[in-house]
């Protein structure tokens, strides 16, 4: 299928918060009970519209285990976009996005954008983290913020859609550089089905 603009995501954060149970909710619109520990980094992908135009995300789920860190940390080029999870129902999950954002920085374009995201807002009774702490976290660092349910499936489609959004607005700001894919082109793993007319974002 056509698109008009390709944008990768990168999802980050300590294990069990439930980077690949948004992704499973975004793209199959199903949820995971069982904690499917992710080796290395998983794949997905998923059509959206904004503005009128098809975009393509092409999204890495990454492994929060600490002995992944160097290989989550080779996945961060390219990526116009990170989400950046938390678990709203344990606060070290909270406590380490300072070195989880230290990473992204480090590592990513400066331009990407960084959707900071509070994940199990289902678990009220359980809840660590006030919905306050973690706005006034995302204020302080530039970020964007949302509340989410893998599992009620609330905010999900917004937290990516919304990404999306930032980053668009950032393109017509001229802030990306786009460049026409030609076949002298470097495709990167995932991007194979490239047409001749679509764009995708370099960095
Ligand atoms: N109640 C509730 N449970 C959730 C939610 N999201 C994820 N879980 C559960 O949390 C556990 C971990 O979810 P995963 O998505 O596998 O976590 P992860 O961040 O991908 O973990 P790693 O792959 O190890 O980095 C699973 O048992 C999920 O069912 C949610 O929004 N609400
Ligand atoms: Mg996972």
Redesign the pocket.
């Known amino acids: 299928m056509a698109y008009a603009y390709l944008f990768k995501y990168i999802i980050i954060?300590?294990?069990?918060?439930?980077?690949?149970?948004?992704l499973?909710q975004f793209t199959d619109k199903r949820?995971?009970?069982?904690?499917?520990?992710?080796i290395g980094v998983e794949f997905g992908a998923r059509m959206i519209t904004i503005d009128g135009k098809q975009i393509k995300l092409q999204i890495w789920?990454?492994?929060?285990?600490e002995s992944f860190r160097s290989i989550t940390r080779s996945y961060y080029r390219g990526a116009a976009g990170a989400l950046l999870?938390y678990?709203i129902t344990r606060r070290d999950t909270f406590n380490h996005l300072t070195t989880w954002l230290e990473d992204a920085r480090q590592h990513s374009n400066s331009n990407m954008v960084i959707m900071l995201i509070g994940?199990?807002?289902?678990?009220e009774s359980r809840r660590e983290v006030k919905k306050e702490e973690g706005e006034a976290f995302a204020r302080e660092h530039g970020l964007i913020f949302m509340e989410?349910?893998?599992?009620?499936a609330s905010n999900v489609e917004e937290a990516f859609i919304n990404t999306a959004k930032e980053i668009y607005e950032k393109i017509q700001e001229g802030v990306f550089d786009i460049n026409n894919e030609d076949e002298s082109g470097e495709l990167e793993k995932g991007e194979q089905e490239l047409e001749g007319h679509t764009m995708s974002l370099e960095f």
Do not use: I, R, Y
Request: hydrophobic share 30%; proline share 3%; charged share 20%.
């Open positions: 954060g300590d294990t069990g918060v439930g980077k690949s149970c948004l499973l949820f995971q009970p069982v904690h499917d520990l992710t789920d990454t492994a929060g285990q999870v678990d994940n199990k807002s289902d678990l989410t349910s893998a599992k009620t």
